[in-house]
């Protein structure tokens, strides 16, 4: 099995760009996950998803944040303005009926 | 929302000795836990889990201790090695499929 899969792992872009992080899970999960890790504050959950559906978005920072999961086997976190404070490592998990998850490689994002 | 453990400590070890790292958590709802661990510019790994049913749980050269009444959660490494430096995480679930993270605490292991 590949694992979580996450693309780009790099990605440097300008303040007001949109940006689009990808995520493909573990072949069979049912839940999926976005987190956020800086040195300030730790690893955050942004949201995460049960059977593609949303199940609670209440860490997603602010409206400027987005995520998808069209399918089973793909999701995206859309930040649109990104702000220089959007700098972060942002990992995808994923898991079966709730039990250990299973963390990308995750993306570093700058924004200058 | 409750949190798990938030500073990041240090823990320097001697290569061949054994490591034990602390974890307080604050939701004594929480009745599932893990130990990740984490290598510079890698995601987190799964070390152990361990349920609220359990006061302890053994693996390859890593026990996991549970104590529920001072809510308290251990990692202990057996013959620590260089391979072992990293941070690690502890993590606690309550209700539904969301872990909570705390912020970890660095291992560095002395040849």
């Known amino acids: 099995d590949a694992g979580v899969i996450q693309s780009p792992r790099h990605e440097v872009t300008e303040m007001g760009q949109e940006v689009t992080l990808r995520c493909k899970p573990i072949?069979?999960?049912?839940?999926l996950f976005w987190y956020r890790q800086t040195m300030m504050r730790g690893l955050e959950l942004l949201i995460y998803f049960n059977n593609n559906v949303p199940i609670d978005d209440s860490g997603m920072p602010e409206d400027r944040f987005s995520a998808k999961m069209p399918n089973a086997s793909f999701s995206t976190l859309k930040i649109q303005p990104s702000e220089p404070r959007d700098s972060a490592v942002y990992f995808c998990?994923?898991?079966?009926?709730?039990?250990?998850?299973?963390f990308g490689p995750g993306t570093r994002l700058t924004v200058l | 929302g409750e949190s798990v453990g938030l500073h990041l400590p240090t823990l320097s070890v001697q290569e061949g000795d054994n490591s034990i790292i602390n974890c307080a958590y604050s939701?004594?709802?929480?009745?599932?836990f893990i130990w990740y661990k984490q290598e510079s510019g890698k995601g987190p790994q799964f070390i152990i889990d361990i349920r609220s049913n359990m006061d302890k749980r053994q693996g390859q050269r890593v026990t996991v201790l549970l104590n529920k009444t001072v809510k308290h959660l251990s990692l202990q490494i057996a013959a620590t090695q260089p391979g072992d430096s990293a941070v690690y995480f502890c993590?606690?679930?309550?209700?539904?499929?969301?872990?909570?993270f705390g912020g970890g605490t660095r291992v560095l292991v002395k040849p």
């Open positions: 998990a994923s898991s079966l009926f709730g039990n250990e998850q299973f």
């Open positions: 939701n004594s709802a929480s009745d599932y």
């Open positions: 993590a606690e679930k309550a209700a539904g499929n969301k872990l909570t």
């Open positions: 072949s069979g999960h049912n839940s």
